[in-house]
């Protein structure tokens, strides 16, 4: 399974150790120790020349990934949803393999896709066996994937690829036993008992897309800076909002109250953004300021842990990132398009909400069931695997790593060897880093204080303090 002060730098220097510099450093985990191994610098010009040679390969991915755009090549056209009106939500939407062929990708995917293999051949016999060079022949052969699975669109086939790219809800995590849907089905019951008309004062959408832009732009301004981060109105989007390389884009007809653009400004912009500012940033491993398949959980994963870091999340929010990975695992397991529609009917939205979270998991697939798009399970398995991650870290006295999860559009597995090439200026400390992770003790408590009260006798803790409210 697969694993997005401001504006402050962190990394060597800062009293919580530097990447590259621990002559035998302990790993977070027995497969990441495995690519930690202490790295032994070439003689200078054999250090110059490979710099050289990594940026160049570095760039053509860059340029290769360019065009690419999965979400825009999924698009349903505006007409889809007022038919879907029209017919009263009762008649299965009509998208094919056509359809989808109508929307110009800019580029021929069959020939990008022989092109990023080609240049992953390049990689392998320029550099060798070294480990950048293997997370750059990763990126390039999961490019080449996305390539055949755009062709695949509104196909059956689509699925295959989704699924191998973006993992499945019946993936095991890696504790090798729960599963992603275990998550989900435990979530879905916890987060159905709580009421949050009592949480605190109701937060009311009163913002349009207009506003929202107006108010990410003073912010983004501040926290990065020197930077200069764009944030634009777009009635193309599904989402409330998407970030790209250095812009936000805020769905025109959007209505967002002012804790939904908190959550934004933490997501979109201190995660995404900064993560794509910082990689683009990289001297040499330019790569990283792009986003392959195999990073999207930890972007995502982390862009959720913020908002919940930053207290900016609430009940509704956590439901429909959760609902996502059900949602998905319905469609797998053959449920249309009409039967997703209608579960979210009983789960109290309204028809349009109802027909955007499902066209959510079937864009590019087929719309009958049994192979969808599977890329929504990522904020689950990321805010979990992430978790772990930084707490693995902290435990076994590698924080610096924490840190390096800012440094661009990573997998966990690719930490390890981007650390260990700070010391000789491969690879530079991100720019851009939330507080929370510029300094790292309060984080580094909270994750103790969660996995000690996680190993409490919960339920018989639950109990005693339901009798006590009893008494009220």
Same mark, same amino acid.
């Given at each position: 399974m697969r694993d997005r002060d401001a504006g402050s730098t962190g990394g060597p220097g800062d009293g919580l150790g530097a990447c590259g510099l621990d002559p035998a450093p302990t790993s977070v985990t027995e497969e990441l120790a495995a690519s930690a191994e202490p790295y032994e610098p070439p003689l200078r010009d054999g250090l110059r020349r490979y710099k050289e040679k990594l940026a160049a390969l570095a760039?053509?991915?860059?340029?290769?990934?360019?065009?690419?755009?999965?979400?825009?090549?999924?698009?349903?056209?505006?007409?889809?949803?007022?038919?879907?009106?029209?017919?009263?939500?009762?008649?299965?939407?009509?998208?094919?393999?056509?359809?989808?062929?109508?929307?110009?990708?800019?580029?021929?995917p069959i020939a990008r896709a022989r092109d990023f293999r080609d240049l992953a051949e390049q990689v392998a016999?320029?550099?060798?066996?070294?480990?950048?060079? *293997?997370?750059?022949?990763?990126?390039?052969?999961?490019?080449?994937?996305?390539?055949?699975?755009?062709?695949?669109?509104?196909?059956?086939?689509?699925?295959?690829?989704?699924?191998?790219?973006?993992?499945?809800?019946?993936?095991?995590?890696?504790?090798?036993?729960?599963?992603?849907?275990?998550?989900?089905?435990?979530?879905?019951?916890?987060?159905?008992r709580i009421h949050e008309a009592r949480l605190g004062p109701s937060s009311q959408p009163v913002l349009d897309g207009a506003q929202v832009v107006e108010l990410l732009r003073t912010r983004f301004a501040t926290?990065? *800076?020197?930077?200069?981060?764009?944030?634009? +109105?777009?009635?193309?989007?599904?989402?409330?909002?998407?970030?790209?390389?250095?812009?936000?884009?805020?769905?025109?007809?959007?209505?967002?109250?002012?804790?939904?653009?908190?959550?934004?400004?933490?997501?979109?912009?201190?995660?995404?953004?900064?993560?794509?500012?910082?990689?683009?940033?990289?001297?040499?491993?330019?790569?990283?300021?792009? *986003?392959?398949?195999?990073?999207?959980?930890?972007?995502?994963?982390?862009?959720?842990?913020?908002?919940?870091?930053?207290?900016?999340?609430?009940?509704?929010?956590?439901?429909?990132?959760?609902?996502?990975?059900?949602?998905?695992?319905?469609?797998?397991?053959?449920?249309?398009?009409?039967?997703?529609?209608?579960?979210?009917?009983?789960?109290?939205?309204?028809?349009?909400?109802?027909?955007? +979270?499902?066209?959510?998991?079937?864009?590019?697939?087929?719309?009958? *069931?049994?192979a969808p798009f599977t890329k929504d399970i990522a904020y689950t398995v990321g805010l979990v695997t992430n978790y772990h991650f930084i707490r693995s870290a902290i435990r076994a006295s590698r924080p610096e790593m924490v840190r390096y999860l800012f440094v661009g559009k990573v997998a966990h597995e690719d930490i390890p060897a981007l650390c260990a090439r700070v010391a000789d200026g491969i690879v530079s400390t991100p720019r851009h880093l939330p507080p929370q992770f510029v300094d790292l003790n309060g984080l580094a408590l909270w994750m103790a204080y969660a996995t000690y009260f996680s190993q409490m006798g919960l339920d018989a803790m639950d109990d005693a303090y339901e009798q006590l409210f009893q008494r009220g």
């Open positions: 760039d053509k991915a860059t340029e290769a990934q360019k065009p690419i755009r999965i979400l825009h090549a999924l698009q349903w056209p505006t007409s889809v949803w007022e038919d879907f009106r029209a017919g009263g939500y009762r008649e299965l939407p009509t998208l094919t393999a056509e359809s989808y062929a109508r929307v110009d990708l800019g580029f021929d016999r320029t550099l060798g066996d070294d480990a950048l060079g *293997g997370i750059l022949r990763a990126t390039c052969m999961e490019y080449a994937e996305v390539c055949e699975m755009l062709v695949a669109r509104g196909t059956p086939g689509f699925y295959g690829y989704a699924r191998r790219l973006y993992g499945s809800p019946k993936d095991r995590l890696p504790d090798g036993v729960t599963t992603v849907r275990d998550i989900a089905h435990t979530q879905h019951a916890l987060l159905a926290y990065f *800076g020197e930077d200069s981060v764009h944030v634009m +109105a777009d009635d193309g989007i599904i989402a409330d909002a998407a970030a790209g390389s250095d812009y936000v884009k805020v769905r025109g007809g959007a209505k967002l109250s002012r804790a939904d653009v908190d959550i934004l400004e933490a997501h979109e912009g201190w995660v995404h953004v900064a993560t794509s500012l910082n990689g683009a940033a990289q001297p040499f491993a330019r790569w990283l300021g792009k *986003g392959p398949p195999r990073t999207t959980s930890v972007q995502e994963g982390l862009a959720v842990l913020m908002e919940l870091l930053t207290l900016r999340s609430h009940p509704r929010r956590a439901r429909r990132l959760n609902e996502r990975v059900l949602a998905v695992d319905m469609a797998e397991d053959g449920a249309s398009f009409l039967d997703v529609f209608d579960w979210y009917r009983t789960e109290g939205y309204d028809e349009e909400t109802c027909f955007n +979270a499902a066209r959510r998991v079937f864009r590019g697939g087929t719309l009958t *069931g049994g």
